[in-house]
């Protein structure tokens, strides 16, 4: 299922993983009303109840159902509505009708999870030897998934949210979002060379992060951290977002479509620009990281930057071996922080943003989908999106690691998306 996953047996830490992940989802939602977690803004966007729904429907087709004799499902028609996009599985409810779905109630769902959860744990402690490591296998996957999920329930809900005229806060700005001056952007030299890339084969990996291969780097050099709201703001105030040479093509199109004056979230009200977080609507913290851009949005401010965006190899090669710290979802801030001042290395590699690089999402040398209907997770998308690197506020830390590699297409902004400066050395 996932190459490089090392065989293991460990159902014990396993069973307490999933059990932690399950219910740090929960958490989640602990303190939502069931009108809040049934929102769906957009067909991207789906509501909370559904991705509730949808992690438990994972274990129960990928796990369960393959392999716990005596399951029965909690209901037929959950194979079907819950059920993402994986063909080989069967039919799908349409996307963009996940908000009509009233019933099953929220309640439902809960009682879903605790059903499956149950079954989970029974599987993982009983597990015959030779179906332990597919089990295993099997569980973790599921276990990152949730993890997506988690992230993604967050932004879906942050969305939903921004188009409520009552600027609902999803959390409280936690006493240690202070104001904090980050310092001046520092450039650092990368020599490059012949380098590996991909998954090393230590833990969990997606199957995209495989093969581990070659690449080639010519010296270059990466920004010391991510570009700030203040940084931004000029691009927009030298009229950034009205210079089509700054743009790709397909970029300066949705400019004109969409008409875009600004990052997602960005409001100007009575010549104040506010900014909509998960705190609600307040003013914009212009030390703090811009977020909420699309790749096209990232590639034209690095052209007016007279820079380029990072390729994910020279983000990857410049990332390994450093440890996974930094504004994650464990931190409880929910919203991008500024980076500290005073450091001379890499700073916010890890949470914050999910950075932007230059490079199509596509398969390394070498690459092959798991067999069956789970080998759709990952490489049917490979085509027309971005690779972004590093993980967000709202991401897990266990989730991440230097080669992980998240995608989405390129207008997409209503991920927690910023932008890291790249150069040639
Ligand atoms: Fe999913």
């Known amino acids: 299922v996932t190459a490089g996953l090392a065989p293991t047996l460990a159902a014990v830490p396993l069973a307490a993983t999933y059990a932690g992940v399950r219910a740090s989802t929960l958490a989640l ?70 908000g009509l779905l009233s019933r ?34 099997r569980v973790e996957l599921g276990v990152h998934h949730e993890a997506q999920h988690q992230e993604l329930l967050l932004t879906d809900l942050k969305y939903a949210f921004s188009r409520n005229p009552l600027h609902p806060a999803y959390h409280a700005p936690p006493a240690t979002t202070g104001p904090r001056a980050p310092g001046p952007l520092e450039w650092l030299r990368f020599d490059g060379g012949n380098v590996g890339i991909g998954a090393a084969g230590e833990g969990f990996a997606f199957d995209n992060e495989l093969p ?38 397909d970029g300066w199109t949705t400019v004109q479509r969409e008409h875009w004056r600004h990052p997602l979230y960005w409001r100007q009200v009575d010549g104040e620009w506010l900014e909509f977080t998960l705190h ?3 003013p914009i913290d212009w030390t ?31 990332a390994a071996g450093r440890p996974v710290a930094g504004n994650l979802l464990e931190s409880g801030v929910f919203h991008p922080r500024p980076a500290e001042a005073g450091g001379t290395s890499l700073a916010q590699l890890f ?5 932007w690089t230059g490079s199509a999402y596509l398969p390394y040398p070498g690459y092959r989908p798991a067999a069956g209907a789970v080998g759709e997770y ?12 590093g993980g967000s506020c709202l991401s897990a830390g266990f989730h991440l690691r230097a080669s992980y590699r998240n995608f989405f297409y390129p207008p ?12 040639d050395a």
């Open 29 to 98: 939602v602990a303190h939502l009303d069931p009108e809040d977690c049934n929102l769906q803004p957009m067909p991207d966007a789906s509501p909370a109840k559904w991705h509730l729904a949808h992690t438990t429907w994972f274990f129960e087709t990928f796990v369960l159902a393959p392999f716990a004799p005596d399951w029965q499902p909690v209901h037929p028609a959950y194979a079907v509505l819950f059920n993402s996009y994986y063909n080989g599985v069967g039919a799908q409810h349409p996307r963009a009708e996940r």
């Open 104 to 137: 099953p109630t929220l309640a439902e769902v809960r009682d879903y999870r605790a059903r499956v959860d149950d079954a989970v744990a029974a599987l993982l402690a009983e597990a015959p030897r030779r179906v332990a490591d597919e089990i295993a296998a």
């Open 212 to 249: 581990r291969h070659p690449v080639l780097l010519s010296p270059y050099r990466l920004a010391s951290r991510l570009v700030t709201n203040a940084e931004y703001r000029g691009f927009i105030d030298a009229e950034g977002y009205a210079t089509p040479a700054h743009w790709l093509a």
């Open 280 to 282: 609600g609507l307040v």
């Open 288 to 318: 703090a990281p811009v977020s909420h851009v699309s790749y096209y949005e990232a590639q034209a401010y690095a052209a007016w930057a007279g820079r380029r965006l990072p390729t994910e190899s020279e983000w990857e090669h410049a």
């Open 351 to 355: 949470g914050d943003c999910w950075e």
């Open 378 to 389: 990952n490489g049917k998308f490979m085509n027309g999106q971005a690779v972004l690197r």
């Open 412 to 423: 997409d902004r209503w991920q927690c998306t910023g932008i890291r400066l790249a150069d």
